[in-house]
Structure formats: C-alpha cells, structure tokens
C-alpha cells in the first residue's frame, strides 16, 4: 500500500476531544446469553450472525489499527462478542503488538472477556503481548450467575481463568460487574469480599441502555452511589486520583487496604466530556459512540484498495466530525427509542 501524502498527526473532534482508544470487536458471536447484552429471545437460535468473509482478517485489523496509532490512539481493546471465541486471537495481538508509536509511547493491548475460556488461554495471550485484562463477572452465586448470562457456564471456569491470568502476570487484573437491579444487586458485597486482598481491581458498571434489545429501564439500573454506599457502610472507602485525564471508573480504595475497586457511572454520572474512544465492528465499520445508530463502512475501501494515506485520512475524517455526547444528552424521561447498535456487535 502506498502512503503518498501521509496525514501522520493526532486528531481531535468537534468539542475537541483526542482520539486515544481503539476499541475493536473480533467477533459478534458469544457463548453467553447475557441478558443485559444478548437476550436469547433475539439472539437465539435463529439470529444469524456474521459470516467468516465478512468478518475482518487479522492483517485487515492491524493495518487499520497502525493507522489510528498515527492518528493518536494508544490503547487498543480487543471485545466483542466474546472476543477468545475467536480462532486465533493470540496471533492478533502479537501483530497488534509489533505496532509502532512515532512518540515512542507504549501501546497497550487489552482485552475483555467473560473468562469462560481464559484458563487455557492466559498463558498465550500473556506471552503473545496482552498487557491488561478486563474479566466480566456479575456474580459469585451459582443461581444468579445462570440468571445473568443466561448459560449453562460456571462461575468455578471464570473464577479459574482469573486465577490462571494473575498467575501468568496479567495484573492487576479488573474484573467488571453490571449490577442490575433485584437481579444481582444482592451480589455487591460477596465480590467485594471474594476479591478484596486478591490483587483485583473489583469495577461495578450501572446497566446501560445499550441497543435496542435489552428491555432498559431506568429502574433496573442500581446508582453508583447506591452501590458506594452500600460497600462504604461494610468497608469504608476513600477516594484515589484518577490514573489519567479520561478516566472512565472513579477510583476508591479501602481504608483498611484491602486493594481498590472502581464505580462506572455511565448513566447518572456521564463522562462524555472527555471520551476518546472509537469502535471498529467485526465486520469493519467505524462506531464513534457506544449509542451510535450508524458507522462508517472501512471494509468496502480497505478492500477496494485504498491507500494507507486515504484509509487514514478516512478515519480522521470520521473522527473530526464527531459531535457524541448521548449520555450526557440522555434524559431517561425525553429519550426517544431509536434504532441503536448492539454492543455485542460494536464492542464493548
Ligand atoms: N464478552 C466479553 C465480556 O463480557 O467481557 C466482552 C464483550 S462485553 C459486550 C464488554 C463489557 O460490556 C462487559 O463487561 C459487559 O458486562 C458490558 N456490558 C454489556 N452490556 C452492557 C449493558 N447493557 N450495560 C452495562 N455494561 C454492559
Ligand atoms: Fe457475551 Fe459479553 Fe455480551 Fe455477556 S456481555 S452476552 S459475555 S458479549
Ligand atoms: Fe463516549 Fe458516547 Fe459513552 Fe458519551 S455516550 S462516553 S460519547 S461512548
């Protein structure tokens, strides 16, 4: 591919945010039914999902990947789906992680997962270049676990994936907990519990009214406060500083240091204002908001033999015009239903 005329700088949209973080989904597939995420009413037996031509290739994501690096990014997540059901994954992020940054900054390569599969697998992605890992976990007892991924998976396969990623050096290792609620909220403190002084950075997620699929209610979703205060009356917490500009989770740690644990108040607290993430789905198209109702195609151009230079103009282009703020905007009450994309598809 030629790179006539590079535009090799970083970016910022329209309210002047940078691009900092690629977020890339490696397949629409999962082998859990998460009802907050894929309810099997509509992913069901029936659904179909991407077939392997349409999916992008691994060298088809690297190069897209080493062109927002030019324009910025230094963090890429790999998700999906379930992104360790996709064949290979390991030979992915080995590519990913041979890109250069021009600045000398170090990319890193992260990944979340529901762990269902990680206990085989740590030992490779550690060593193919994986430098975080985010688990998903909305529950220690065996009932709510099947209520919440609607699967006949075990909390024991997440539990040992955990196990076998901090043994491998994955660390620290986040483990990310959508409370819903009456349906997990009576799970809070037993993962505080479980995972204090282990190492973990605990991350409860209020549920969000992502897609169009999964019946959100203002009333299913448990505050961030409301979780803090619950936690803070059994432990009592401080606020830490967060790790950088953008931060996502609001850091607290416990008191008597049994380690840190992390609220994401997407709903009641939005974090719009400095939001740098972009998504790139399975199948190629460009997301520059979790709530999009529409991506730019990559796909059609990159394999219609587009150059590195206008690929990569295509994306700064994509981003400069980006005006997304729909959390901050969302107003449970006003919000009009519109036809928004499954996270599944886009990533999380
Ligand atoms: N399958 C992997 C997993 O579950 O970790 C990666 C993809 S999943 C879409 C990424 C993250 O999004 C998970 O931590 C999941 O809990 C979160 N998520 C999915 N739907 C959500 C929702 N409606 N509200 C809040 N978080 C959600
Ligand atoms: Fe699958 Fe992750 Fe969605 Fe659950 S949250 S259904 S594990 S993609
Ligand atoms: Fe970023 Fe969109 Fe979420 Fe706001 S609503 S934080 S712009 S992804």
Not at 70 to 84: A, F, N
Not at 298 to 309: C, K, N, Q, Y
């Given at each position: 591919m030629n790179d006539a005329n590079p535009l090799k700088s970083a970016v910022t949209d329209t309210l002047q945010r940078p691009l900092r973080d690629l977020r890339i989904?490696?397949?629409?597939?999962?082998?859990?039914?998460?009802?907050?995420?894929?309810?099997?009413?509509?992913?069901?037996?029936?659904?179909?999902?991407?077939?392997?031509?349409?999916?992008?290739?691994f060298e088809e994501i690297t190069r897209l990947a080493r062109l927002a690096i030019?324009?910025?990014?230094?963090?890429?997540?790999?998700?999906?789906?379930?992104?360790?059901l996709r064949h290979g994954v390991e030979r992915l992020i080995e590519q990913l992680a041979g890109l250069p940054t021009t600045d000398g900054q170090p990319l890193e390569i992260?990944?979340?997962?529901?762990?269902?599969?990680?206990?085989?697998?740590?030992?490779?992605?550690?060593?193919?270049?994986?430098?975080?890992?985010?688990?998903?976990?909305?529950?220690?007892?065996?009932?709510?676990?099947?209520?919440?991924?609607?699967s006949t998976a075990s909390v024991a396969q997440v539990l040992e994936g955990i196990a076998a990623a901090q043994a491998v050096g994955l660390a620290p290792l986040k483990v990310n907990t959508v409370v819903?609620?009456?349906?997990?909220?009576?799970?809070?403190?037993?993962l505080v519990r479980h995972f204090r002084h282990n190492g973990v950075i605990l991350r409860f997620i209020e549920f969000m009214d992502v897609g169009t699929t999964n019946g959100w209610r203002l009333d299913d979703v448990v505050t961030a406060r409301e979780i803090l205060n619950r936690i803070d009356r059994e432990y009592p917490l401080r606020p830490v500083d967060p790790n950088y500009a953008g931060e996502v989770a609001k850091r607290w740690s416990f008191i008597d240091g049994g380690g840190e644990i992390g609220v994401i108040a997407s709903v009641t607290q939005a974090f719009c204002h400095d939001c740098s993430r972009m998504r790139l789905s399975t199948d190629g198209k460009l997301y520059t908001c979790l709530f999009a109702t529409?991506?730019?195609?990559?796909?059609?151009?990159?394999?219609?033999?587009?150059?590195?230079?206008?690929?990569?103009?295509r994306i700064a282009e994509v981003w400069a015009r980006r005006t997304d703020r729909y959390s901050q905007l969302r107003h449970a009450a006003t919000v009009q239903p519109v036809k928004r994309i499954e996270m599944s598809y886009i990533g999380g």
């Open positions: 989904s490696v397949t629409d597939r999962c082998n859990l039914r998460c009802t907050y995420c894929m309810p099997r009413e509509v992913f069901g037996k029936g659904f179909i999902f991407l077939q392997r031509v349409e999916l992008l290739s030019d324009l910025g990014v230094r963090k890429i997540r790999l998700s999906g789906g379930e992104p360790l992260a990944m979340t997962t529901n762990g269902t599969l990680l206990a085989k697998k740590a030992q490779s992605l550690k060593d193919a270049g994986l430098t975080r890992l985010t688990v998903s976990l909305d529950a220690l007892s065996a009932a709510t676990f099947r209520r919440m991924s609607d819903k609620r009456s349906v997990n909220e009576g799970e809070i403190l037993p529409a991506g730019s195609d990559l796909r059609g151009p990159l394999r219609g033999g587009e150059s590195d230079a206008a690929l990569r103009q």
